[in-house]
């Protein structure tokens, strides 16, 4: 009897102190993740990835192994020269996490509500469907953020984010519409912040289906848009024609021949000439989405099959897709007539355009890409000799106007917008606006309202801006994109040299550097942050959906992907 | 569940039919929200038949990229109110493709009177088949319809629609068929209904027993029975039906560009409200004139023929 | 419709063995009714064309990448197989995971479902307020300018797109109105930097898990709800500021139905008989209409004000798309468009079940309150 109550109370005691060690929903960091010896003390144990040498690189992708030399020293060895690889890992995508809170919130998923990063501002909270708040983070290496607080909230339609603005109750918006530019700039209040446009939109064309097969008539409908005309009607201030399929800020973007100038009596010559004098009948196919290369799809849509009718006598159908429906079918090459697509910087080099588009086997957008196109391009990313890019890249654009894949349009400009007060305020060609560096008129919170809101928190395994925008004021990378502008900087990394022929870069990491959580920053953390996105089979490869999209774009192929 | 019906089934019919008729037309005319309704929609329908020959333009024809007009040129400019001769005409502007409106607006009321005539009429069809049957047979057949029914009315009208024409692809027929599928209901109470109030009257039954086949109790009793407030139920579902198009458009999800539709239009140029108001307030007022004519027509309509007031 | 009763008559007293069949007979048939939403939903959600994969993916997706998105979220699995696995999934209370999200569509619900619920009452509230006044104005003087002006007005209301109101409605109190005491926000919930204290924490209930913590997170995300009973008055205030401008677009739509069925309902009854014998004995005019007319043809008014909550879900799309107010009906059709099955299944489910169980109570009630109904 006695032994049964002290059992029963103790019983019941435990049930207890278990109920109260239940932890809450998303708050910040809360040390949960606290390894049991603190960093400090224990000593440094380099690791390195794979840990029992490199990698076999027939596999296929850019690393071979990833090492911590010491405690502020990493080596990345890659298995072939990459010239952009600075401008790679300054991506959001690649921002350093710290090893224990990988560990202890990969599995459960806690971090993809719980950013734990070594920037200026840190997370506070997510009010799912309403805004998050950033508060300012103390501890921080570098200069401290200005305003106490970042709220981000997000509106899809444009007017009602001009509103935000005019109210007063938003300090800053994304992408106001093109008719709201000269509203912007005619109120005192207020400032406008051009986007240089680091994107392209284009007309794609599927060359596996007649009459689009025949190299004359992708030709003559090159010389038979008048994309003058449609930047003209259709874009903001700040958008251009595109002469080439890079815009002209990326280096080696405008080598070769230029894209043909409107002609239209020549394009029906062609056109003629190809076996179509009475022209033909396709169709259009377009996403209703809204992004910077292309503000208003559906009206381009309609000009085009206007300028094709009275051009060319091509009678186009319009026919909408959705947004997923459209990515899919465009990649798998289904599409039988002209689609309306584009492509936005990930990060500022030529080859982040050419290579997905022109020399990607898993992309059958355009049907079959000619060799002349696809051989150049493959020589470009992988020489180092500026004047040997630039050739090669010239070749490739070349060969573009020569056939025809695709016919560039524009490439749309876009802009932020912000009450007059706030200094410091800035646009960023990638997206990347960065608020530690802006004062709201001396206000301790800065609200910005942008389109959309941010899907998780773990911007490893996600490609959509809106959230990478969240990521970027809160987590790290080795390298980062100057403020404003383009150039890959140092951020936690001090310095990162390639050996003579990039295939090895070597940083040396800034030392003491905090995580929101309290835990320093080493070599082990960079090691694991890659790691993890690298290898498809780490326990902790899981993320939001495991696609890691970035990680395959920069760096080709996962290790042991699956079949 | 008959109360969402805004009329019973009317009681005896006069024994005289054309009278009735000649009486009824009267009735409705006195009634001033049908006199309101009538001349709306006589107008709707004048424009919507002269459409091609009032249009100064084709509806899908740029013409003001051609004629060289700058975004701010857009605005609706009429000579006779002191528009400058070198400026074209357009009198109720131009969109941002360059199209002028004023066509695209006529034109889009051909197009929201037949889609709207097209929906109602569709689910007036299925809807008195689906009623009647359940009304006759009774039973677990009136049982299992009525469900049917019921799980149709249970999801909110647009949510079901947008699910309807996701399925079948956006389309401006795609969005008739889910409005039209969704407002079925209506109908098929309406029309159960009247039959389940005539099946049991004891002329009815004497009917049956001298051998009237049950089709023909159907047409000479029944249907005259239920036309009353089919018409007025029809008449109101019109109006409804024509801004759950446009609500379908707007969304992008009914009327496919270039197609003039006046929700499309709305939905195309909604974040212009405050740089080119009359690309959302020309085919706005458009809508909401021809919705509120059908509304006060039906709402004629019932008074109208409601037995039940006294007058 | 059934005709208003005497104002003698049998109003009969509660539970009799009639009521009780009435009640049992009524919630019987609504069972079948929420089996075939369950399945409807599910089949129409499989039905959507369109790869979530490549919705959720985006333009970076690759198939190889999709066919681990598709493990994942057991999209690969025969459609029958998920349809049992969605049922026995139900069966727990387990709405399943946002596949363009990654969260728990509960977690949604929890989030997005009380702000609806709170726009929408509002917007019922005042629409059968002003719907009900404007029915009596109209039906008291038939036929007449007043009449036709009242029934114009309020079928305008319906009449034009909710969509060009909110945005007029912003650009009036918001923009226009800035620097007056009569501003209003132009969008949100709250004002940036106002938050609203937890009930877990107001409460001290922090450590609650499980049903009753989603409860209590649920009536927690009522600010309206929460500010009231927790006393914070200032959060109360700036909650309802935000409220109002998207309840009056909203409220537009029932409005019409309620003034029209108020005035249709009130001419009936105002022909009946027993009107006339009031009127004959000498009562006002204004007794008549409001107590012996009103209070029997309030009936199918209130029936009404219950099916409307189907046309301001509907209409709470496009209000909560221009308000950036992230709700039920936004959340939907987000999730339609980007074929996110969990989510189109579960909050159309939930959203068909307060549908079904709101028109059951008012079936109920209106049987309760006319015998002749719950005889049939």
Same mark, same amino acid.
């Given at each position: ?42 000593? #440094? ?18 690393? !071979? ?34 090893? %224990? ?37 103390? *501890?921080?290496? &570098? ?33 106001? &519409? ?53 930047? @003209?009607?259709?874009?903001? %201030? ?7 399929? !890079? ?132 020589? *470009? ?33 876009? *802009? ?7 200094? =410091? ?54 390298? !980062? ?39 320093? #920053? ?42 | ?23 009824? =037309? ?18 709707? #329908? ?86 009647? +049957? ?47 599928? +969704? ?129 | ?49 369109? @790869? ?43 709405? &399943? ?65 909710? #969509? ?103 001419? @009936? ?40 909550? *189907? ?55 209106? &049987? ?9």
């Amino acid at each position: 009897m006695q032994r049964w109550r002290t059992f029963s109370i103790l019983v019941a005691l435990g049930l207890v102190v278990a109920a109260c060690t239940t932890t809450s929903t998303s708050q910040e960091p809360s040390g949960s993740a606290e390894p049991s010896t603190p960093e400090s003390m224990a000593p #440094f144990v380099a690791t390195s990835y794979p840990a029992d040498g490199p990698a076999d690189c027939a596999y296929g992708g850019e690393f !071979s192994q990833i090492t911590a030399v010491d405690e502020f020293t990493v080596r990345f060895d890659l298995c072939y020269p990459d010239p952009a690889f600075l401008a790679k890992i300054a991506f959001t995508a690649n921002a350093i996490n710290d090893t %224990a809170w990988l560990e202890a919130n990969m599995v459960n998923h806690l971090i993809l509500a719980r950013p734990n990063g070594t920037g200026p501002y840190k997370f506070k909270e997510y009010v799912r469907g309403d805004h998050i708040t950033l508060e300012k983070f103390d *501890g921080y290496w &570098g200069d401290a953020a200005i305003a106490q607080e970042v709220i981000f909230q997000w509106n899809s339609e444009a007017a009602a984010r001009l509103l935000a603005l005019q109210a007063g109750t938003v300090d800053g918006i994304d992408n106001p &519409g093109t008719d709201d530019f000269p509203v912007i700039e005619g109120d005192a209040n207020l400032a406008l912040e051009p986007r240089e446009a680091l994107n392209v939109f284009y007309v794609g064309i599927t060359n596996t289906y007649a009459p689009w097969d025949n190299e004359l008539v992708r030709q003559a409908v090159g010389l038979g848009i008048d994309r003058q005309r449609i930047v @003209d009607n259709f874009y903001p %201030a700040g958008s251009t024609v595109a002469d080439y399929f !890079s815009p002209a800020a990326l280096a080696y973007a405008s080598e070769g021949a230029a894209w043909p100038d409107f002609d239209p009596t020549a394009a029906k010559a062609k056109l003629a000439e190809a076996g179509f004098p009475d022209g033909f009948d396709t169709t259009i196919f377009y996403r209703d989405v809204v992004r910077s290369y292309l503000p208003t799809p559906g009206l381009v849509a309609a000009d085009i099959q206007n300028q094709l009718l009275v051009n060319l006598n091509i009678r186009a159908d319009i026919v909408v897709q959705d947004s997923g429906t459209f990515i899919d079918n465009s990649s798998q090459g289904l599409l039988n007539g002209l689609h309306l697509l584009g492509w936005g910087a990930d990060y500022p080099d030529t080859s982040n355009f050419l290579d997905y588009h022109f020399n990607n086997p898993a992309n059958l957008q355009f049907g079959t890409i000619d060799s002349s196109v696809s051989d150049a391009i493959a020589a *470009g990313g992988q020489t180092l000799d500026p004047a040997a890019r630039a050739a090669a890249y010239g070749d490739a654009n070349t060969a573009l106007v020569e056939t025809v894949p695709m016919i560039p349009i524009a490439h749309g400009g876009s *802009g932020a917008a912000f009450r007059a007060d706030v200094a =410091g305020a800035h646009s960023s060609p990638l997206g990347n606006e960065y608020f530690a560096v802006m004062d709201p008129g001396g206000r301790s919170t800065m609200v910005w309202m942008q389109n959309s809101y941010p899907i998780s928190l773990y911007c490893a395994d996600e490609t959509d801006g809106e959230t990478l925008r969240v990521c970027e004021q809160v987590m790290e990378a080795l390298y !980062s994109y100057s403020i404003g502008g383009t150039d890959a900087v140092p951020q936690l990394a001090e310095e990162c040299v390639g050996n003579d022929d990039l295939t090895s870069f070597t940083c040396t990491l800034r030392q003491g550097v905090s995580f929101h959580d309290g835990s320093h #920053f080493d070599a082990n953390d960079v090691v694991a942050s890659y790691a993890v996105q690298w290898d498809a089979a780490h326990p902790l490869h899981i993320g939001r959906t495991g696609s890691f999209e970035y990680f395959a774009a920069f760096f080709a192929q996962f290790l042991n992907a699956p079949e | 569940m008959s109360h969402e019906i805004m009329t019973a089934p009317g009681d005896t019919i006069s024994a005289r039919p054309a009278n009735m008729w000649r009486d009824a =037309g009267r009735d409705i005319l006195a009634q001033r929200s049908a006199q309101v309704g009538l001349v709306i929609l006589s107008a709707l #329908f004048a424009i919507a038949l002269a459409a091609p020959i009032i249009a100064v333009h084709e509806p899908n024809d740029p013409v003001g990229i051609a004629e060289g007009l700058t975004a701010q040129q857009r605005g609706p400019c009429i000579r006779l109110l002191g528009c400058p001769e070198e400026r074209p005409e357009h009198i109720f502007g131009v969109d941002r493709n360059g199209r002028d409106v004023f066509s695209r607006v006529v034109h889009g009321a051909r197009v929201s009177l037949w889609i709207g005539f097209a929906t109602v009429g569709f689910a007036i069809f299925v809807g008195t088949l689906l009623g009647s +049957v359940a009304g006759f047979a009774g039973g677990w057949i009136d049982n299992l319809i009525m469900r049917l029914m019921d799980v149709l009315l249970a999801f909110p009208a647009l949510v079901l629609a947008i699910a309807i024409v996701t399925v079948l692809e956006p389309g401006l027929v795609n969005a008739g068929l889910a409005i039209g599928v +969704v407002a079925i209901p209506i109908y098929a109470r309406v029309m159960r209904a009247s039959v389940l109030s005539i099946k049991e009257r004891d002329f009815v039954t004497a009917s049956r027993a001298l051998g009237e086949s049950p089709s023909g109790i159907l047409l000479r009793r029944i249907v005259p029975n239920a036309l009353t407030p089919l018409i007025v139920q029809g008449t109101l579902g019109i109006a409804s039906a024509i801004l759950d198009i446009a609500a379908l458009s707007f969304l992008g999800l009914g009327a496919q560009p270039p197609l003039a539709e006046w929700g499309s239009m709305i939905g195309l140029d909604r974040n212009q409200l405050f740089t080119d108001p009359h690309l959302i307030l020309i085919p706005g007022v458009a809508l909401s004139l021809s919705v509120l004519g059908f509304n006060l027509l039906g709402d004629g309509l019932r008074d109208a023929l409601d037995p039940r007031l006294n007058r | 419709m059934a005709a208003p009763f005497r104002v003698s008559a049998s109003r009969s007293s509660g539970y009799t063995p009639a009521m009780l069949r009435f009640i049992t007979r009524r919630v019987l048939l609504t069972i079948p009714v929420l089996i075939g939403i369950v399945f409807v939903v599910f089949a129409v959600a499989r039905i959507l064309p369109g @790869d979530p994969c490549k919705a959720a993916l985006g333009e970076r997706a690759t198939e190889a990448r999709c066919a681990l998105f598709r493990e994942r979220f057991g999209l690969d699995e025969p459609i029958p197989v998920q349809f049992g696995i969605y049922l026995s999934d139900l069966s727990r209370g387990d709405l &399943g995971t946002s596949i363009s999200q990654g969260v728990p569509v509960s977690d949604m619900l929890v989030q997005r479902l009380p702000l609806t619920l709170e726009l929408t009452f509002f917007a019922l509230a005042l629409a059968a307020s002003l719907g009900i006044l404007l029915g009596v104005a109209a039906a008291a003087r038939r036929n007449s300018a007043v009449d036709v002006a009242t029934m114009v007005g309020a079928n305008l209301g319906i009449s034009t797109p909710v #969509f060009v109101l909110g945005l007029l409605l912003i650009f009036i109190f918001a923009v226009v109105l800035r620097d007056t005491p009569f501003v209003l926000p132009p969008g949100g919930r709250l004002t940036a930097g106002v938050t609203i204290i937890p009930l877990t924490e107001s409460w001290g209930l922090t450590e609650l898990e499980g049903p009753l913590r989603i409860v209590v997170d649920f009536f927690s995300n009522m600010y309206l709800l929460n500010s009231l009973i927790t006393g914070q008055w200032e959060v109360l205030g700036d909650a309802l500021r935000h409220l109002i401008l998207p309840a009056v677009a909203l409220a537009t739509i029932p409005l019409s139905i309620i003034a029209r069925i108020t005035r249709s309902s009130l001419l @009936d009854v105002l022909g009946q008989d027993y009107i006339r014998t009031a009127r004959a004995k000498g009562l006002s005019e204004q007794r008549v209409v409001l107590r012996h007319g009103l209070r029997n043809a309030i009936l199918p008014v209130v029936t009404v004000i219950g099916l409307s909550l *189907g046309s301001l879900l509907a209409g709470a799309v496009l209000t909560e798309s221009i308000f950036g107010l992230t709700g039920l009906g936004r959340t939907i059709t987000d999730a339609v468009l980007a074929r996110d099955y969990a989510v189109v299944q579960g909050l159309t489910l939930v959203t068909a079940v307060i549908y079904v169980l709101v028109n059951l109570i008012v079936d109920i009630s209106y &049987g309760y309150l006319d015998p002749r109904i719950r005889l049939q």
